[in-house]
């Protein structure tokens, strides 16, 4: 059974820096292309980046691109995203997901993140 066990998120002021961590079990992660989705208050599901197996081919999301940066250690099965000059609007519930369901976040707890002065 696919598990994805988000961790990392907090409560930060705008500018400062989290990383967020997913530890996958269930199915060989070095052979997915691994996503970060994110919901805020009261919004829909947002895609925020991508890594492709192998960590070659990385995308990102107009919002967050030059201040997030996805990684991955398939050696831990885990996917990274390090957060930098963090914004109020980057506040939302955040949650990893394997291609090809972008969007199931049922897999997972998801972990929060919380910019706020």
């Known amino acids: 059974e696919v598990q994805l066990v988000e961790s990392g998120g907090g409560l930060v002021q705008p500018g400062e820096s989290l990383r967020l961590s997913c530890l996958a079990s269930?199915?060989?992660?070095?052979?997915?292309?691994m996503n970060w989705v994110r919901q805020a208050p009261g919004k829909g599901l947002e895609w925020v980046s991508g890594i492709g197996s192998g960590g070659g081919i990385r995308n990102y999301a107009d919002s967050v691109k030059g201040r997030f940066t996805i990684s991955r250690d398939d050696s831990k099965n885990t996917l990274y995203l390090q957060m930098n000059s963090l914004k109020t609007e980057d506040t939302a519930m955040y949650y990893c997901?394997?291609?090809?369901?972008?969007?199931?976040?049922?897999r997972g707890q998801g972990t929060q993140v919380t910019v706020s002065s």
């Open positions: 269930g199915f060989t992660f070095s052979s997915y292309t």
């Open positions: 997901t394997k291609n090809p369901h972008l969007y199931d976040i049922t």
